[in-house]
Structure formats: structure tokens, C-alpha cells
Nanobody, 125 residues
Framework: QVQLVESGGGLVQAGGSLRLSCAAS????????MGWFRQAPGKEREFVAA????????YYAGSVKGRFTISRDNAKKTVYLQMNSLKPEDTANYYC??????????????????WGQGTQVTVSS
């Protein structure tokens, strides 16, 4: 079992930055693909970013590419999402996810095996 806990969310003005963290406990995540997803009220959950087990490969949604950066520190069992140039449309609950089936990372939410509880990000205009 893997437990994931997100942190770092909050209220920020448009154009600002936040760094989300996802801390894992239980089994090591060093061989897991990891991803970030988000869900805004009244909307479906959407893919944000993913990273391979080694950190070599990263993937981004078009809406965040160039503004967000996903990274990981396997020694610390933590995955990060650096969010810059935030926009009001980035407002959502952000979830971290881990997949032992897709170690290279994936955009497919159904391929993730473990999920965190989420952290709220609110961007004011």
C-alpha cells in the first residue's frame, strides 16, 4: 500500500506561483509512475502532469505546458508540482497519484493505483 498526502495549496493572485508537494508513505514510490490531476467544481477531473519513475520523462497538459513543472525526489519519496504564472482557470483541487502499472507515467487516470486526498488551489483575478 502507498499513502499519498498533498500539501502546498492555497490562495494566490493571478501571475503568482505555488509549489505543491506529494509525500508518499508505505511502499517506496521509486519504481512508480506519478501524476498530478485536478478537478474544479462542476467539472471532470483532468490530467495536469506526469513523470516517469526515474524522472527522465515528463508529460504535461497543453493548458499548463511551459508554466508548470513536475519533478520528483525518490530519496525523499516526494513528488512536486511547481506552478508559475497561475491563472484563475487553474483554480481546482489538485490530486497526486501513483501507478505501479505505468512506471513511465501516463495521462490516463484509470492507470493510477493510489490517490491522495487533494489540496485546494485558488487563483484570484
Amino acid at each position: 500500500q502507498v499513502q499519498l498526502v498533498e500539501s502546498g495549496g492555497g490562495l494566490v493572485q493571478a501571475g503568482g506561483s505555488l509549489r505543491l508537494s506529494c509525500a508518499a508513505s508505505g511502499r517506496t514510490i521509486s519504481t512508480y509512475g506519478m501524476g498530478w490531476f485536478r478537478q474544479a467544481p462542476g467539472k471532470e477531473r483532468e490530467f495536469v502532469a506526469a513523470i516517469s519513475w526515474s524522472g527522465t520523462y515528463t508529460y504535461y497538459a497543453g493548458s499548463v505546458k511551459g508554466r508548470f513543472t513536475i519533478s520528483r525526489d525518490n530519496a525523499k519519496k516526494t513528488v512536486y508540482l511547481q506552478m508559475n504564472s497561475l491563472k484563475p482557470e487553474d483554480t481546482a483541487n489538485y490530486y497526486c497519484a501513483a501507478s505501479y502499472r505505468q512506471v513511465g507515467g501516463t495521462r490516463d487516470a484509470d492507470s493510477y493505483d493510489y490517490w491522495g486526498q487533494g489540496t485546494q488551489v485558488t487563483v484570484s483575478s
